[in-house]
């Protein structure tokens, strides 16, 4: 763990970022994150984050300062995140996440979100270690056909 080095997403990180989303989820990424991903990477106000160990990305956290959103005083919000499944449950995704939390202190920031799937007990489970309870939204949801 005193190996891993937290550092600020940078463009060239997005093939990293894909692989360890691809590992995850076991399925193909899409062009579209990539250009998600690069677009993160320019945005100073945000604060997306990689681990590094021995020079190599093993985690990522993206998120975003939302202003102005249905009523609410300006908020963070954290996207998506991964850890390398070889590099799970070191603690590498909670140093990503107080990073991100004592950066957006600094900005004023008081609120952080995040949305996670209902069945997804993982990410409930480690959410839920960092502090983080339910809010008062409801995630809502219309099909497009």
């Known amino acids: 763990m ?3 080095r937290i550092r600020r997403l940078q463009i060239d990180d997005a093939g990293e970022v894909i692989r360890i989303y691809a590992a995850i989820t076991r399925k193909a990424v899409s062009d579209d994150f990539k250009q998600v991903v690069e677009e ?3 945005r100073q106000k945000d604060v ?3 681990a590094e160990a021995g020079g190599r990305v093993v985690g990522f956290m993206i998120s975003y300062i939302l202003t102005a959103g249905f009523g ?3 908020s963070a919000w954290i996207a998506t995140m991964g850890v390398d499944p070889g590099f799970m449950g070191q603690g590498i995704g909670a140093r990503m ?3 991100i939390f004592a950066a957006y202190r600094a900005q004023g920031i008081d609120n952080v979100y995040t949305s996670v799937r209902w069945d997804s007990t993982d990410m409930l489970s480690f959410f839920k270690t960092l502090g983080f309870d339910r809010s008062n939204f409801i995630n809502l949801r219309k099909v497009l056909n």
């Open 40 to 42: 993160h990477s320019r």
């Open 72 to 74: 609410m005083a300006q």
């Open 97 to 99: 996440a107080e990073e």
């Open 2 to 4: 005193e190996n891993i």
């Open 48 to 50: 997306c984050l990689v």
